[in-house]
């Protein structure tokens, strides 16, 4: 079963724009990462917020994190053209394994 | 840096064929995982190690089966492979057994087509 969902699915936007994603989980959870994956390539760890935390901040990379809501979200500003990735967010419901459970992703393309 | 190698980029086998899917990481690390990743579905955890013989079921074990003789290399088996294992697949490792929060590693994929 899918823990995270990510909304949209898809985004496309101007460079120099803000993209923002969403995400929502079902079950509570120890910590939600962020994760991006250039096509057919492996992910790469982006950014950790920890169910403690409401905010988090890494460059350009903005998380946030509503646990009453069950939800985060991730907004990239000043997007550049090699942002152009899919992102998915990752929650680490249980069991202290790292064990990470991945959402569908959304594609973000940005345009030059 | 941290590096986790997945031994073959592009694999074609025959339906009923024995499958090996090779993992190699060079960081020490205790934990290693097998996603499998489908348009429209994301990553699914197949099966995941915490450490050397160690292994538990993920999401999706069904048709699977993993080895961890030693530290560094994870393999995952499809003992008869068949067309709905058409995918790619993914290995992962990170640090701390027992513990969570930490940033997991990815190899690049292994794409696999079953024929």
């Known amino acids: 079963s899918q823990q995270g969902e990510e909304d949209p699915q898809a985004l496309s936007i101007q460079e120099g724009e803000n993209a923002t994603m969403n995400c929502s989980y079902k079950?509570?959870?120890?910590?939600l990462q962020w994760y991006r994956q250039n096509s057919g390539r492996g992910l790469v760890h982006l950014i950790l917020?920890?169910?403690?935390?409401r905010e988090k901040h890494s460059g350009r990379l903005r998380v946030t994190l509503d646990t009453s809501k069950k939800s985060s979200s991730l907004l990239i500003t000043a997007s550049r053209a090699a942002d152009t990735a899919s992102y998915f967010c990752a929650t680490d419901v249980a069991g202290g394994y790292n064990k990470l459970i991945f959402g569908a992703g959304t594609r973000l393309a940005v345009h030059p | 840096d941290v590096k986790v190698t997945q031994s073959s980029r592009y694999l074609v086998k025959r339906t009923g064929e024995k499958v090996f899917l090779e993992c190699v990481q060079d960081?020490?690390?205790?934990?290693m995982f097998w996603y499998r990743q489908d348009p429209g579905l994301g990553l699914r955890l197949i099966y995941f190690?915490?450490?050397?013989?160690?292994?538990e079921k993920g999401d999706i074990p069904e048709g699977y089966s993993v080895s961890r003789e030693k530290k560094e290399r994870f393999s995952l088996i499809l003992e008869s492979a068949s067309t709905n294992q058409t995918s790619m697949y993914l290995c992962a490792s990170s640090l701390g057994q027992g513990a969570s929060g930490n940033t997991i590693y990815f190899g690049e994929g292994s794409w696999l087509t079953v024929v």
């Open positions: 190690s915490y450490d050397v013989k160690m292994k």
């Open positions: 960081m020490d690390h205790e934990n």
């Open positions: 917020i920890r169910s403690n935390e």
């Open positions: 079950t509570s959870i120890n910590n």
